[in-house]
């Protein structure tokens, strides 16, 4: 079975850092995107980033371009999502989706939360 399993949410100070990580198991197919989303109260979901399988540069959402920065685990097919200097703008549940894009379907993750406060 496919499971993606998102970890690393929690409390963080403004200016602080942020550091998320996504985990995927049980999957074959090898023609992917990886998706970071992110929700928060009141607004609607934006796209944060997406990383390719096939090469082509990192998509980061227009809101966010510039202030994440994705990374892949060869060994443990995990990614991480990390950014400094948060901002309470930042506050929000993060979701990480793993696209199968040769069959087109998507698996979710549960998501985590991320709250940016004094």
């Known amino acids: 079975q496919v499971q993606v399993v998102v970890s690393g949410g929690g409390v963080a100070q403004p200016g602080g850092s942020l550091k998320l990580s996504c985990a995927a198991s049980?999957?074959?197919?090898?023609?992917?995107?990886m998706s970071w989303a992110r929700r928060a109260p009141g607004k609607v979901r934006e796209w944060v980033s997406t990383?390719?399988?096939?090469?082509?540069?990192?998509y980061y959402g227009v809101s966010v371009k510039g202030r994440f920065i994705d990374s892949k685990n060869e060994a443990n097919n995990s990614w991480t999502l990390q950014r400094n200097s948060l901002k309470p703008e930042d506050t929000a549940r993060y979701y990480c989706?793993?696209?199968?894009?040769?069959?087109?379907?998507?698996?979710w993750g549960q998501g985590t939360q991320v709250t940016v406060s004094s």
């Open positions: 989706r793993l696209g199968d894009m040769g069959a087109d379907y998507d698996y």
């Open positions: 049980g999957f074959t197919f090898s023609n992917y995107a």
């Open positions: 990383v390719y399988s096939d090469g082509r540069d990192t």
